[in-house]
């Protein structure tokens, strides 16, 4: 099931509102896991047993590390405990990539297994791991099966995240705040979000498509794509996280922020503490420090950064693309905190240009369906092959599209934040918006209720990772 459907909108959504805040509050939390598994099942029937599963491993273990964390044998079980979530994972999204590998490099013919990628698994392996790791540390671990269940599959944020740490919302797993401002917050950040992934990413999606299909490519078109799919990826994911803090806040959770304007970086350093910040954090405190960070010179900690990036890479994906985005990235990463980064510094515009430039090809390699297909990609950048500089097709879309695209990139900074903020600073602006804004909501979901009656199935692009 999607957010960006009729069937959540105004079906599943008002139905699991309506049961939650009917309910007595020590049931809530067991209405919002009976909702989750619905949502999850909708889609993913066959995989509902594996989730369980995991969260029954998760919550023994957690007893067990809690137990035992003071001798030898805590830290054992956490081992085991995220060994476990981790063979699960290896298992759906990885087995196969190391069997077709293994089958080229040693010209064996193992059979692969085929097995179709559990949607979100990557987000929910993380949040468990989280857990365990988080109580061999010295949080309190769950007593009550269908809070720690409640905080793994909870629906707002189950498919693509942002990752919430278990340390981060134990508390409200049990006392946790509802009021109607908190809730009318929430819808309006829902409802922004969604205005995101239909009104933009969405038709950024149809760009990239049209370039993808297209046999009159030319410099143009291919930068192009470059500037369109790193809008859609951005606006489509960001959108979620919008969607997904939006529903948490409306049953009374605070996740924290997974985006903050990542493209007015001023340095790829800076874009990784804007862009995806739940998964850098994670990473963060989970491998590089548990690693050594930087607290064991300066090789180690390079080294450390190049294990980290690779890993986040892979995690994106079992392809090789993905791993080559994660050194890309380890790269720039070594080199700016080696020397760049002093340099970068001393402007304030180049910098700029410098991030946003590194961050497009980045988000080409990213989408690279195949090496071959990537190598062409980053070849008709620069116009090699003889391709044209500028084609007739190029021109259409970007007439086309023109409008999204300025639309886009404004949006991508927060100029319209600031313009919203100055407003309602004012005392008569202040009192219009306020008036204004429930029917520019209801306005916005009218069009997008439309898009979605004439439009086609429009998943979010981090449901495959």
């Known amino acids: 099931m999607l957010f960006s459907s009729i069937t959540f909108l105004y079906y599943f959504l008002p139905l699991t509102l309506v049961l939650y805040f009917l309910s007595p509050g020590r049931l809530k939390s067991a209405v919002l896991l009976l909702a989750s598994l619905v949502f999850y099942g909708w889609g993913e029937p066959r995989y509902v047993l594996l989730m369980v599963l995991s969260i029954l491993s998760g919550y023994v273990f957690g007893l067990l590390v809690e137990r035992y964390r003071k001798k030898r044998a805590g830290r054992a079980l956490c081992v085991i405990s995220v060994g476990i979530s981790l063979s699960f994972l290896l298992c759906f999204k990885y087995l196969d990539f190391f069997l077709e590998n293994l089958n080229r490099a040693a010209g064996l013919e193992i059979s692969l297994l085929g097995l179709a990628l559990p949607i979100g698994i990557s987000f929910y392996t993380f949040q468990i791991i989280s857990y365990t790791v988080d ?19 909870m629906f707002p944020q189950l498919i693509a995240g942002p990752i919430v740490r278990y340390s981060d919302i134990a508390g409200q797993l049990t006392v946790r705040e509802h009021s109607f401002s908190g809730a009318a917050s929430g819808i309006r950040r829902f409802v922004i979000g969604l205005g995101k992934k239909i009104l933009i990413a969405n038709q950024l999606g149809e760009l990239c498509a049209g370039f993808r299909a297209s046999e009159e490519k030319s410099v143009l078109f291919y930068w192009l794509y470059a500037v369109a799919f790193s809008l859609h990826i951005y606006f489509d994911f960001s959108g979620y996280s919008d969607m997904a803090i939006g529903l948490g806040r409306v049953f009374g959770f605070r996740f924290l922020e997974n985006f903050h304007y990542p493209y007015i970086s001023a340095s790829i350093t800076e874009f990784w503490r804007r862009w995806h910040i739940s998964l850098g954090s994670w990473f963060r405190d989970y491998v590089y420090i548990p690693l050594g960070g930087n607290r064991k010179g300066q ?12 890993l986040t890479g892979f995690w994106h994906g079992a392809a090789w693309n993905f791993i080559l985005w994660g050194l890309y990235f380890a790269f720039f990463l070594t080199i700016e905190k080696l020397w760049l980064l002093k340099l970068l510094k001393g402007s304030r515009f180049w910098p700029h240009v410098y991030t946003l430039f590194l961050v497009m090809i980045s988000f080409v390699i990213f ?3 195949s090496m071959g297909q990537l190598l062409s990609d980053l070849a ?5 092959g003889g391709i044209p500089l500028v084609s007739a097709e190029a021109v259409y879309y970007l007439r086309s599209f023109g409008i999204v695209l300025l639309t886009a990139v404004a949006g ?7 313009f919203m903020l100055k407003i309602s600073k004012d005392p008569i602006g202040g009192k219009v918006l306020n008036l204004a804004e429930p029917f520019a909501l209801a306005g916005v979901m009218l069009v997008i209720t439309a898009y979605l009656v004439d439009g086609s199935f429009n998943p979010f692009l981090y449901f495959r990772f």
């Open 135 to 153: 109580v061999y540390r010295g949080e309190r671990a769950q007593r009550n099966l269908i809070h720690l269940a409640a905080y793994v599959v």
């Open 367 to 369: 989408n690279g369906e």
């Open 380 to 384: 008709g950048l620069v116009g090699t």
């Open 412 to 418: 991508a900074t927060p100029v319209f934040r600031s």
């Open 299 to 310: 090789k180690r900690q390079l080294l450390n950064i190049l294990i980290v990036w690779m």
